[in-house]
């Protein structure tokens, strides 16, 4: 008779590390004020119509995101990645701000 073990031995993690989980995190954070922004930059531009128009292009990009990756939320995010969409981010940030 023979035994199996109840877990399976090694790699079969969850997580990549502290670092990935820090940029996974990051991104997430990121993206969804990206997409707030893109939301608040429609309606200041054309009222409800273009926040309707914002969310679209939100959806656009979270679509094209995960085309360029594989997932929404990759294991392995690439620090070139996370680094154009902070700078994304400030763009409409400060695009935003301007606009108010």
């Not at 997430?28 to 893109?38: C, H, N």
């Not at 128009?53 to 939320?73: D, P, S, T, Y």
């Amino acid at each position: 008779m023979s035994h199996q073990p109840l877990t399976p031995a090694g790699g079969n993690t969850v997580s990549a590390g502290a670092a990935s989980d820090a940029k996974t995190f990051a991104a997430a954070a990121l993206l969804t004020f990206a997409a707030g922004l893109i939301v608040v930059i429609g309606y200041i531009m054309a009222g409800g119509f273009g926040g309707f128009l914002g969310i679209i292009g939100a959806v656009f990009g979270f679509v094209w995101w995960k085309n360029l990756h594989g997932k929404v939320f990759p294991r392995d995010l690439p620090a070139k990645s996370l680094v154009a969409l902070l700078v994304a981010t400030a763009a409409l940030f400060g695009l935003t701000y301007l606009m108010a």
